[in-house]
């Protein structure tokens, strides 16, 4: 069973424009239905965020994939996941603090005693910068648009700050472990943190997906495809 998906996995076809078409349809329509989900939570044009946990504007947020999408449409099915683009594998944030996630910058870590996931700053270097700098940097044009509390926090202030799900919405555990360990796995690549530093708790999870997660890493993982990143 594993060797088919092993396959799968390392396929390296390149899609065609009728399959770039259908992959684009699917992915506006899961950001809908995960903005669709805070619905109730926004006012006046603003929706409510899961980190940091603040009404922004609607441009300025984000639903992130936890999964990353790209080639390995079959990853989500060999760990036993939702399908991709469900909110069961994403997270809606700040857009800054979505491109800091997806560069493997900064992780969620469970915390079994409060029941929540903290934010963990992985890449040092942006412990003084503000979300409004951030936004410069990242040259997107609603920097203006934030607010002004947010505009002023540094990501050295978010460092430790929870997750605050919206509407009942909970991702997969699954999903949450599969990008933290992506993200320390990078920020040894990039030598942020010495190897084998970052403690990552473990999730209440079972067993055989511990192993399955632990063979995606040793053998299918970053190391050998930096895709994934």
């Not at 939570?41 to 946990?53: H, K, R, T, Y």
């Not at 002004?148 to 909970?170: I, K, M, P, Y």
Request: aromatic share 10%.
């Amino acid at each position: 069973m594993l060797a088919c998906f092993t396959t799968r996995l390392s396929s390296s076809a390149s899609p065609t424009t009728s399959q770039k078409r259908q992959r684009k349809e699917i992915t506006d329509a899961f950001h809908k239905n995960l903005y669709d989900i805070c619905q109730a939570e926004q006012e006046g044009g603003l929706i409510q965020v899961e980190f940091p946990a603040a009404l922004v504007p609607k441009q300025c947020a984000c639903a992130a994939h936890l999964f990353p999408k790209a080639r390995h449409v079959d990853m989500p099915e060999w760990l036993d996941t939702a399908d991709a683009d469900t909110p069961a594998n994403a997270l809606l944030l700040f857009k800054c603090i979505q491109v800091a996630m997806d560069a493997g910058q900064i992780f969620f870590s469970y915390n079994a005693s409060a029941q929540q996931y903290e934010m963990q700053l992985l890449d040092k270097s942006l412990c003084h910068e503000t979300m409004r700098d951030a936004g410069n940097r990242m040259c997107y044009d609603f920097t203006a648009l934030i607010p002004s509390r947010l505009a002023q926090t540094t990501w050295q202030e978010l460092q430790d700050q929870a997750l605050q799900f919206q509407g009942g919405h909970v991702p997969d555990e699954r999903c949450m472990d599969f990008r933290a360990r992506l993200a320390v796995l990078k920020a040894e690549s990039e030598g942020w943190v010495p190897p084998g530093t970052v403690d990552i708790p473990d999730n209440p999870s079972e067993s055989e997906y511990k192993e399955r997660m632990r063979m995606f890493f040793d053998t299918m993982g970053p190391k050998q495809d930096p895709e994934l990143f």
